[in-house]
């Protein structure tokens, strides 16, 4: 069974910092690309930052200079350390794991963690 459990969410203000981790499980974490996307209210659901098996990544442009994905093979997890928070990063943030030679069939998600940045 697919797993994918968000946890490191919460209340911070403007120009904190938070961590957030993906515990993965039931499928192969090392051949997947795993993402951190996020949906505010109102809006669609968009990337924010994603990273290869073999560690390249990719960031969104709100994202870059601010955030930093890392992932942890050996143990499954995935990370987004996010720096100088302002109000418009306020989301719901959630995993996603693609598996790059099928990434329509082999695409899972968590059930996401909520970030609020006040003012």
């Known amino acids: 069974q697919v797993q994918l459990v968000e946890s490191g969410g919460g209340l911070v203000q403007i120009g904190g910092s938070l961590r957030l981790s993906c515990a993965a499980s039931?499928?192969?974490?090392?051949?997947?690309?795993m993402s951190w996307y996020r949906q505010a209210p109102g809006k669609e659901r968009e990337l924010v930052a994603s990273i290869t098996s073999d560690g390249q990544t990719n960031y969104s442009d709100s994202a870059k200079g601010r955030f930093t994905i890392s992932r942890d093979n050996a143990e499954n997890m995935v990370f987004l350390q996010m720096n100088n928070l302002n109000p418009e990063d306020t989301a719901i943030y959630y995993c996603n794991s693609k598996r790059p030679s099928d990434p329509v069939r082999y695409n899972y998600w968590g059930r996401g963690t909520q970030v609020t940045v006040s003012s």
């Open positions: 039931g499928f192969i974490f090392d051949i997947s690309i």
